[in-house]
């Protein structure tokens, strides 16, 4: 079945620490995108990609970062530099740049600073 | 940027139809309205998706007057299951990336039985 796979759906992570969040779709998607959710929020966009080899920050970028090596996967890493990184993290797929045709989630990944 | 205004909860009870509005005064020409439903520690999922008028799919009808101002999300004969957040997005159908897609906090919808 296609879809967006995403990996870990649960980590910890200790003060200090990088932790890099998988994300792999085969939907052949050119677009992916990375969300963050807090409780009882909506998404807010943290980066993006059209295509491989390039990124755009989206609203919150500061502390995270990410690589578009190949088309199917956008992994996101959570840097020590991130001060508030205690959230769940939804990673996004479309078929266009603009999303008019939906976006396909992953299931998410919920992280914990411990 | 189109900016969404969806009421913040909505509580029904099953097997009635719900309806739920959303707000988007400032919708561009090229933008579409999709509406997104998300139940606790799951990603959001595509629910519907039009431009104009009505659309109508197996799970929702989607109602756009013709301002486009508004639109209205309908789930015909709702059940227990149906209790999740519904987020309405207004975005840019071009290849222009830069006007970006934002979810709101969305409705959050509770069935009673």
């Known amino acids: 079945d296609g879809g967006i796979t995403q990996s870990p759906k649960y980590l910890f992570r200790k003060e200090g620490q990088n932790v890099t969040l998988s994300c792999e779709q085969n939907l052949n998607h050119d677009a992916m995108y990375w969300y963050r959710q807090d409780p009882g929020q909506g998404l807010r966009l943290i980066y993006y990609?059209?295509?491989?080899?390039?990124?755009q920050k989206g609203d919150i970028a500061e502390g995270y970062s990410v690589s578009r090596e190949k088309k199917e996967s956008f992994p996101l890493t959570v840097t020590s530099a991130q001060k508030n990184p205690t959230a769940f993290y939804l990673c996004a797929s479309s078929i266009g740049t603009g999303g008019e045709d939906g976006y396909t989630f992953g299931s998410g990944t919920r992280l914990t600073v411990v | 940027l189109a900016k969404t205004t969806q009421p913040i909860s909505m509580d029904s009870y099953e097997g009635q139809e719900v309806n739920i509005t959303c707000s988007h005064n400032?919708?561009?020409?090229?933008?579409?309205i999709t509406w997104y439903q998300q139940f606790p520690s799951q990603g959001p999922r595509f629910i519907i998706q039009?431009?104009?008028t009505k659309v109508t799919n197996e799970v929702a009808s989607l109602f756009i007057p013709a301002d486009r101002k508004s639109s209205t999300l309908s789930l015909p004969r709702v059940s227990l299951s149906d209790t999740a957040v519904y987020y309405c997005?207004?975005?840019?159908?071009?290849?222009?990336?830069?006007?970006?897609?934002?979810f709101g906090k969305g409705t959050r919808l509770h069935i009673l039985p």
């Open positions: 990609s059209q295509i491989v080899n390039d990124f």
């Open positions: 039009g431009y104009k």
């Open positions: 997005l207004v975005g840019d159908t071009g290849s222009n990336r830069d006007d970006k897609i934002i």
């Open positions: 400032n919708i561009a020409t090229n933008d579409y």
